[in-house]
């Protein structure tokens, strides 16, 4: 199974960030054998020489279709999983795929087809009002022109910013910034979702908009990597659970 | 779509972003024209006040130093990219550019773009306000050449914003040292005054970079000032700089983000 972008994108390397890339899908390098949405190997972190590592060989593949639940206390390493999941920072060992895409060999063409949602408010232009937002946003993940304008309002109408189309992000509410923050990662339709404490500031509606994005991603065998501090979301379905302790994952 | 439209789409975007972010903050225009006003008063009375050696008359200093100071509001555009980049990592917008398939290279480039056009514009501002309320008497034949003249100097000022930029990147610092930087090519760029006045060790540093030279034929294309050297070897300098240092900035640059991404300090700010 591949996913539906990987066929509708031409790969780039790391030099083809400035120049863009014609290079055919033939000709990119992809483990496809054994490809799954998102497969994190061996991947190890140390912050410095003299403390423990964060990850120490972590392991861990999402199937398609599947919602997972990373718990682990503060400060056990789940954002920094989440980041080099992403491709946010590199990891001192291991490898990290997206249904084959190597995170190091390919980060352009990895890019494509996760997005994270990072923990806390951050990441937003203050001054700029939600559409403007989102339009910026589709435009730097580089959505296809057909797909633009729609993606736009999907994310309007599904994350329910209609009335908050015309207003600047410095004059919502922190429930309101989350939910457009939540839309910004769905909107270019990625196959993976990394979500790092998704529900900060979301009420009972904007968790239900927020549930129903994931269910439409992995109708289309999309995944989800959910992480937040043990003890929350155990009434929450999810298809695996997990917790991060001492570098590595431990089943929930 | 191929890939390159979409990049352009892209570029145009952040640009645009820009343009809103600017628009929002409705004083912004009048207050640096003001601030032009400002400099320009403060110029034209020295200009009266002193006898400058070489020039004929406080006319003739005049010209001279608007057009200098026409070009600090660009060259203080070039050097503010460090300042926007650090704004970025700090509003954790940068994490998402980085993560976005147009790239963090790509968008540090095209951060350039708005800040450039305006400073373009306030330049014209100033030498427009230089002739209305100062009499400053442009050279208007040779006008028009000073636009693609001044797009070549931007060329070779930009590779420095763009290595501060890096700096930024690495040390999460370098607006500070920009500052400095600025100051210096202030003297050695020959913006306020001539820089053969300078001592000669000094008037060495000023032949090293791409400011004096862009300064001398812009002066020369804007108000008919004599050129230390001739056009074609003062453009020639500037292409050699814009066609060594962008590639090397960019590489830099590139470089700089990876380096953050592997020791994880990219997240920092």
Known sequence: MTPRSLSAVAPSGSTDELFGSAVPLDGYESDTADARPLSLRG????????????????????????????????????????????????????????????????PTRHRRLVSLLPAGD?????????????????????????????????AIDCFE?????????????????????????????????LLDEPLTSLDAEGTALLNAAIDRLLARDGAVLWCSPSGEHLDMRFHTRWILERGGLVSA | MSDAILAGHAFLAVMRRDLHVYLSYRTRLVSQALTAVFSLTLFYYVSRLVHVRGFGSPGSYFGFVVVGIALVSVMYSCFS????????????????????????????????????????????????????????RLHWSTVPLSVPVMALALLSFLPFGLLFAALTVVIKQGTVATSWVIALISIVGGLYFPVSLLPHWLQTAAKLQPFTPA?????HLLVNSSLGDSPSASLLKLGLFACVLMPAATLVLGGAIRFAQRRGTIIEY
């Not at chain 1, 937002?133 to 999907?154: G, H």
């Not at chain 1, 189309?165 to 196959?191: K, N």
């Not at chain 2, 300064?215 to 002066?219: E, I, K, Q």
């Open chain 1, 122 to 154: 951050r990441g937003l232009y203050a001054r700029l009002t939600v559409r403007r937002q989102l339009e910026f946003w589709a435009r730097i993940a580089m959505v296809p022109r057909e797909r633009f304008r729609r993606s736009i309002e999907e």
């Open chain 1, 161 to 193: 910013l209609s009335e908050l189309a015309g207003r600047r992000v410095d004059r919502m509410s922190m429930g309101q910034r989350q939910r457009l923050r939540i839309a910004m990662t769905f909107l270019p339709e990625p196959e993976v979702v």
């Open chain 2, 81 to 136: 990219i460090p300042d926007l980049v650090r704004q970025e990592l700090v509003a954790g917008t940068f994490d998402r550019l980085l993560l976005s398939p147009f790239g963090a290279v790509r968008s540090v480039m095209a951060m350039t773009l708005f800040p450039l056009l305006y400073s373009f514009v306030l330049a014209a501002l100033t030498l427009g306000m230089g002739c209305l309320l100062f009499g400053l």
């Open chain 2, 215 to 219: 300064t001398d034929v812009l002066r």
């Open chain 1, 43 to 106: 991947v190890s972190k140390r912050w410095s020489k003299d403390q423990s590592p964060v990850l120490d060989r972590l392991t861990l593949t999402l199937e398609p279709a599947t919602k997972t639940w990373v718990g682990g206390r503060n400060g056990a390493g789940k954002t920094t999983m989440l980041r080099i999941a992403a491709g946010l920072i590199e990891p001192d060992g291991g490898d990290v795929k997206i249904w084959g895409v190597s995170a190091r060999h390919n």
